[in-house]
């Protein structure tokens, strides 16, 4: 009996200890340190759920606060996804500017920026943002756009302006700079991204990466590097 009752107690609504929840943040001032804590809050939130079923009171129970901040802030649950997009894809982007050494060969240059681009496009929280897209795209086809701008576009926008220093400077034959650096990049994802994305875990590793980068700036450089005889630096 008396265990009973000691079972009881522990399970009485008056005794159970109410679950953490997260503090309800009134006026202030808007920081962009709580920008930043909303956008990674709702993201989270979008990855667990998937898009279509996060409501804006779902996003307002995370991220405390009201439903008047997000809209005025954001403007709703439509426009805080494609911010949250954005934000993922500027760090795969910001990933890019390397500021590598532009006296060094164009393979060590070239190298720096497969490397770099690779490393954060295979990150974990990359994979699941993309794999994110992929499940919403086809209904959601203005969030769509908003993510190949922000991302695959934007990341070949940024190789191609290498490229096109390299081709002023006679060390890279003429083209389309922004097809050419969208080739060299998909050089790069090839295998990687697929496998990870659906998780077959004994193909891409450390060393299988660093190998297709290596390979991905030979090949590049074979068939844009100009010649010496060319007129190239």
């Not at 389309?176 to 193909?203: C, I, K």
């Not at 030979?218 to 100009?226: H, I, K, Q, Y």
Request: contains cysteine; neutral net charge.
């Amino acid at each position: 009996m008396a265990s009973s009752r000691s079972a009881a107690a522990e399970t009485s609504p008056t005794r159970r200890k109410a679950p953490a929840k997260r503090p309800v943040r009134r006026g202030g001032r808007f920081t962009e340190a709580r920008r930043a804590e909303i956008i990674e809050e709702a993201a989270q939130l979008f990855i667990e759920r998937g898009y279509e079923n996060v409501t804006i009171d779902d996003i307002v129970e995370r991220i405390g606060g009201s439903k008047a901040t997000v809209y005025s802030r954001f403007g709703g649950k439509e426009e805080l996804f494609a911010t949250v997009i954005k934000a993922y894809c500027a760090r795969v982007v910001g990933a890019l500017d390397t500021h590598e050494d532009p006296t060094a060969p164009l393979a060590d240059q070239l190298r720096t920026i497969g490397t770099a681009f690779l490393d954060t496009v295979l990150r974990p929280e990359t994979l699941e943002q993309h794999r994110l897209m992929v499940s919403i795209g086809k209904k959601f086809p203005d969030v769509g756009n908003v993510f190949y701008d922000a991302g695959p576009r934007s990341a070949s926008a940024a190789v191609s302006l290498w490229v096109e220093r390299q081709q002023k400077a006679g060390r890279l034959i003429a083209g389309d700079p922004y097809r050419l650096a969208t080739l060299f990049l998909d050089m790069l994802t090839g295998e990687h991204q697929l496998a990870r994305l659906v998780s077959v875990n004994d193909v891409s590793n450390a060393e299988t990466v660093a190998a297709t980068v290596d390979l991905a700036v030979s090949v590049f450089l074979r068939g844009t590097e100009r010649a010496p005889r060319d007129g190239g630096a």
